[in-house]
């Protein structure tokens, strides 16, 4: 039986890996934006500034290999190799989570997968998000998940969340937040239940304490740092990163340079001035998407309310863990409130339930294992259903930066030019 489970999941990996290449091939683009190029010219040579992680690396590897790397071709070059080291870390984390997991769920866990790999590999092969530092952000996250579920090593979060942040500050937002959760679960667990209900506290509570206080410490220092006191406020700095970034930049654009990327983190001048217009819009598709995603969204309220139900009486530890992983993706507010890349957004909620929902299942968590074969029972009595919520995502990718997904969008332009 066993074997038989393996040989089936080996054949469904392999399936699994032809999608992430169908999806290459169907979205896949030949250069890279501005945005990009930009960042990758930002490095520590100039001092610890935002976002000058990337660009460090390049520069090392400039240093290193006998072909120039500070060019279009280099940022080419690690921007297909950024897609290659997220879809083997995807395909990693789903086939440890099958391995991890009893075989009565697998059939419900390959629904969720397909729908999420639907999203996840398409979301940095198209244009929009091509070469974007949330791929590399997005992989520490889940190699992140990966520690966790192995318990070995779970220290190295720490500065994982360091690099993450050095990366792109928006980590802190869009894709700490499994993590977080997962180690406060953890802690949960680790407690010792006394005879009267109570939860004591163990030396692998703490441990887990620990390690999630320290990656929010650290993190959110760097955040501060970044946000507000790394800019050189130095217009030779600017000048010649601006050159530098020129030289990267793709010969085909009229303009090779994203210079409000370089006066925000370099001059400390705010570009959100002139994007409340594009905000106004997203505000419009957000809602667009949440009425589109609504089978999903009530599948998932559902879900979550069925944890909660099944949580035991009186046990406020408990009932804080499945509410921390409920409402886990809400990190994501800030970013939603005051800025726009929506499609990056919703991204980062989509990859929150997906990662935290598989980790607890794989971790043979009780409540969520409960749950979640109450809603595969419900859902097996209505296959047509289970087949169109499965095939529904192919419709909606890729997904944008600014706009959600093409749908979303189509329909949100047809509502304006009518005057929604």
């Not at 935002?50 to 400039?62: E, I, M, W």
């Not at 789903?94 to 059939?107: E, F, G, Q, W």
């Not at 969720?112 to 996250?141: H, K, L, M």
């Not at 595969?376 to 289970?386: D, F, G, I, R």
């Amino acid at each position: 039986m066993m074997k038989t489970e393996n040989k089936k999941t080996a054949i469904m990996m392999i399936l699994l890996a032809l999608y992430a290449g169908l999806q290459f091939i169907l979205n896949v683009q030949t250069t890279v934006g501005t945005y990009v190029t930009t960042m990758y010219a930002f490095s520590y040579r100039y001092g610890f500034l935002s976002r000058g992680f990337q660009g460090t690396v390049l520069l090392l590897l400039d240093k290193i290999l006998p072909v120039n790397m500070m060019s279009y071709q280099g940022v080419l070059v690690l921007s297909y190799l950024q897609i290659l080291v997220y879809d083997v870390l995807v395909l990693a984390f789903i086939y440890i989570c099958l391995k991890k997991s009893h075989v009565t769920l697998h059939h419900g866990m390959w629904f969720c997968i397909f729908i999420f790999t639907t999203f996840a590999f398409p979301e940095y092969v198209a244009f929009q998000n091509f070469g974007r530092s949330d791929a590399w952000t997005a992989g520490i996250c889940i190699i992140g998940m990966l520690l966790l579920l192995s318990g070995k090593a779970e220290w190295l979060i720490v500065p994982l969340s360091a690099v993450g942040v050095c990366i792109h500050q928006g980590f802190v937002l869009m894709f700490m937040a499994p993590m977080l959760v997962i180690l406060f679960a953890k802690g949960v667990d680790a407690m010792e239940v006394q005879p009267d209900g109570k939860r004591k506290w163990t030396a692998r509570t703490k441990k887990y304490a620990a390690i999630l206080i320290l990656s929010v410490v650290v993190a959110a220092m760097l955040f501060l740092y970044f946000t507000f006191f790394s800019h050189q406020n130095s217009r030779t700095v600017y000048d010649e990163i601006y050159a530098l970034a020129d030289s990267m930049g793709y010969e085909g654009y009229d303009v090779k340079v994203h210079a409000q990327l370089i006066m925000n983190e370099i001059l400390g001048q705010d570009p959100a001035s002139d994007e409340w217009s594009i905000h106004i819009y997203n505000f419009k598709e957000g809602l667009v998407f949440f009425i589109l995603s609504l089978p999903y969204t009530v599948l998932l309220v559902e879900f979550f309310r069925t944890c909660m139900k099944k949580t035991k009486t009186g046990d406020i530890w408990e009932k804080l863990k499945y509410l921390a992983v409920a409402v886990g993706s809400a990190t994501i507010l800030p970013d939603l409130i005051a800025k726009i890349d929506y499609g990056r957004w919703v991204y980062s909620i989509i990859s929150y339930y997906f990662l935290v929902v598989m980790t607890l299942l794989a971790m043979n968590d009780r409540v969520i294992t409960e749950s979640f074969h109450a809603m595969a029972t419900k859902l097996k009595k209505h296959k047509a259903v289970v087949a169109v919520l499965t095939l529904y995502p192919i419709l909606m990718v890729p997904m944008g930066d600014i706009w959600i997904t093409q749908i979303s969008k189509l329909i949100t332009d047809c509502l304006v030019s009518l005057g929604f």
